[in-house]
């Protein structure tokens, strides 16, 4: 009962800040990236957040941090292709990182897997010339939020 009141109220808080603008003020770029919050990061997506985690501190956070939503093609940002870079040492913390490696990652053949020494998990959005437009930390994400962003995000690649 406590986890529900939790995301109620933070589903709440953060539809009151998206509403009425009452959010604290935007941290710079490298404050944001320093908290976990990198590229870029719509308000909608941490009102998402605040359906999955009840720390409102993070959720308040991640408002400093996001980009306005808008009504245009960028809130259907879509790109070619990703790595999911990961610590080998530290996969031993990340099962579901683990179980998407190897029972989904083939479902999604622009996806590559790089092993970074000390790197935490991270998805790293490739545009059309493989170059990195977002880096997205995936630490506390289950395997079915993986799959979920990444049919969303990355477009199906073409038969050859």
Known sequence: MKKVVAVVVSVIVV???LTFGVSSEQLS???CENLGFTGLALCSDCNTLSEYVK???LVSDCLKCCTEDSKDATTKITYSGALLEVCMRKLVFYPEVVGFI???KDQFPSVK????FNSPPK???LDDAGQHKETIRIDNWKREHILQYLREKVKPSKAA
């Open 15 to 17: 539809a009151f800040t």
């Open 29 to 31: 770029s490298r404050e």
């Open 55 to 57: 720390d409102k501190e």
């Open 102 to 104: 190897e029972d989904e």
């Open 113 to 116: 897997v790089q092993y970074v």
């Open 123 to 125: 998805l790293i959005m």
